[in-house]
């Protein structure tokens, strides 16, 4: 499933006290995604990770609460940043950003086609509260122009992520996603763990 539509699901994948721990991870100002240098309580799902790719380690955390009052939409895109430690000039790594203080590049397509990511579900999520979708098998497409992301996604079967409490998603990186604006009041907590088993080029660091 994995490897084949890009994603594999994981239903009640946590325990009470992982979730607890997690819980913290979401106290967020009125940001979409804020940005988390490191998760101590990740690691039943660093050991997860490793199973479906070996030698994984975290290397990027963003924690989403999606409100009535922190709504937001975004279209058909793909995630292709990367969290560094520092800014260091890099063949093959561009579009530099900055953003909550953590440095963020474009690394090149094959890194990206090899990292996977887990969004761990901390509240309920369905189609009123703006759950993800996915075009399944797009992450085999490689980059993907921001103008073909629509007609790419349309051409692929989508799914809405509907997800209780302690269900996991683990997807490849470079499949495309969006999410639609909430429609209810009831809040929708996740976070996101990107993952990578390899080192970057020196002299570059993960920003994790």
Same mark, same amino acid.
């Given at each position: $499933?994995?490897?084949?539509?890009?994603?594999?699901?994981?239903? !009640?994948?946590?325990? =009470?006290?992982?979730?607890? =721990?997690?819980?913290?991870?979401?106290?967020?100002?009125?940001?979409?995604?804020?940005? /988390?240098?490191?998760?101590?309580?990740?690691?039943?799902? @660093?050991? /997860?990770? *490793?199973?479906?790719?070996?030698? #994984?380690?975290?290397?990027?955390?963003?924690?989403?609460?999606?409100?009535?009052?922190?709504?937001?939409?975004?279209?058909?895109?793909? %995630?292709?940043?990367?969290?560094?430690?520092?800014? /260091?000039?890099?063949?093959?790594?561009?579009?530099?950003?900055?953003?909550?203080?953590?440095?963020?590049?474009?690394?090149?397509?094959?890194?990206?086609?090899? $990292?996977?990511? #887990?969004?761990?579900?901390? @509240?309920?999520? @369905?189609?009123?509260?703006?759950?993800?979708?996915?075009?399944?098998?797009?992450? #085999? !497409?490689?980059?993907? *122009?921001?103008?073909?992301?629509?007609? $790419?996604?349309? =051409?692929?079967?989508?799914?809405?992520? /509907?997800?209780?409490?302690? %269900?996991?998603?683990?997807?490849?990186?470079?499949?495309?996603?969006?999410?639609?604006?909430?429609?209810?009041?009831?809040?929708? !907590? *996740?976070? !996101?763990?990107?993952?990578?088993?390899?080192?970057?080029?020196?002299?570059?660091?993960? =920003?994790?």
């Amino acid at each position: $499933m994995l490897e084949q539509e890009g994603r594999v699901w994981l239903r !009640r994948a946590l325990s =009470a006290a992982s979730l607890a =721990a997690l819980d913290d991870a979401t106290r967020l100002d009125s940001k979409p995604g804020g940005r /988390i240098p490191s998760l101590a309580a990740s690691v039943e799902l @660093d050991a /997860i990770a *490793a199973t479906l790719l070996p030698g #994984a380690r975290p290397v990027r955390v963003i924690a989403f609460n999606k409100t009535e009052a922190n709504n937001w939409t975004l279209p058909w895109h793909q %995630d292709r940043v990367v969290a560094l430690r520092e800014r /260091i000039e890099t063949p093959g790594f561009s579009n530099w950003t900055n953003k909550a203080g953590i440095w963020h590049a474009e690394p090149p397509i094959e890194l990206l086609e090899r $990292m996977i990511f #887990a969004r761990i579900h901390l @509240d309920p999520a @369905d189609t009123e509260n703006g759950c993800l979708q996915l075009a399944l098998g797009t992450h #085999a !497409r490689g980059k993907i *122009a921001a103008a073909d992301a629509e007609v $790419m996604a349309s =051409a692929s079967p989508n799914e809405d992520c /509907i997800a209780e409490r302690g %269900d996991v998603l683990f997807a490849k990186a470079l499949i495309l996603h969006r999410s639609s604006p909430s429609r209810t009041n009831v809040g929708r !907590r *996740a976070l !996101r763990i990107d993952y990578s088993a390899e080192p970057l080029p020196p002299p570059l660091e993960w =920003a994790s």
